[in-house]
């Protein structure tokens, strides 16, 4: 489930939307290399004092890598029911293909949504001209922008994601959330990714989300989203 809010308010990532989707047992399963967890480009220090050392390290570690074998086992259950033609088997192993590969997905563009402030992490100037004027034509200004995320992400009812996103339907930027490790839907390319569940912030902000949320701004990765954003249109 997801929600988009009004018009007011190297990645691996292509390669993994596939096996999301319910395949019929009459096809067979395409030949791929297991899920791995990514490496980070920096270390779990690098972004502190806004995100610190243990919370990436158990973030990425532990939470991450679990999605990672949890994805790769379901997969491994689904193709050994499609190849026994078991139906309700593949049809048991759906939500546990969803959940963690949508987990999977979800943490790989959030590290890459990262930067240590030494490498430019926070500095709206690298989002480019295109995208910070998308941002001002769609929200008034960057600061509205960042009030309306937080809002958005703040509003997230347990755990979930807010997104900055691309509607290639509606041919502009808007702010989007989804519940647990749901993708967006296929229309919406997203730019931006921001985990709001508590493992991402509780070590060091506890139950204190906007906190998290506050600080967070200063270490995003400004020239990803923009490429994203460049890539999407």
Do not use: C
Not at 77 to 87: E, G, S, T
Not at 185 to 198: S, T, Y
Not at 209 to 230: M, P, S
Request: net charge neutral.
């Amino acid at each position: 489930m997801f929600s988009v809010t009004a018009r007011s308010t190297k990645s691996i990532i292509p390669s993994l939307l596939k096996p999301l989707a319910f395949r019929s047992a009459a096809i067979s399963v395409a030949i791929r290399s297991k899920a791995t967890l990514p490496q980070l480009p920096y270390s779990y220090d690098a972004l502190e004092p806004y995100i610190n050392g243990d919370i990436m390290e158990v973030h990425h570690a532990k939470h991450h890598q679990t999605y990672v074998n949890n994805f790769n086992q379901a997969e491994e259950k689904y193709k050994a029911a499609v190849q026994a033609n078991d139906l309700m088997q593949q049809l048991a192993v759906q939500n546990a293909l969803k959940f963690n590969g949508g987990g999977h997905i979800n943490h790989t563009m959030y590290w890459e949504n990262l930067a240590p402030k030494s490498e430019g992490g926070g500095n709206k100037e690298e989002a480019g001209q295109a995208l910070l004027s998308a941002i001002n034509n769609e929200f008034g200004s960057f600061e509205e922008f960042v009030q309306k995320f937080n809002a958005v992400a703040a509003g997230v009812q347990g755990s979930g994601w807010a997104w900055l996103a691309f509607n290639k339907e509606a041919k502009r930027i808007e702010i989007a959330s989804s519940q647990n490790q749901d993708v967006l839907p296929g229309f919406m390319v997203p730019l931006l990714a921001v985990d709001v569940w508590e493992h991402a912030y509780y070590l060091q902000y506890k139950n204190v989300r906007v906190d998290y949320l506050k600080q967070i701004w200063e270490v995003i990765n400004w020239k990803t989203v923009a490429e994203r954003f460049a890539k999407a249109q």
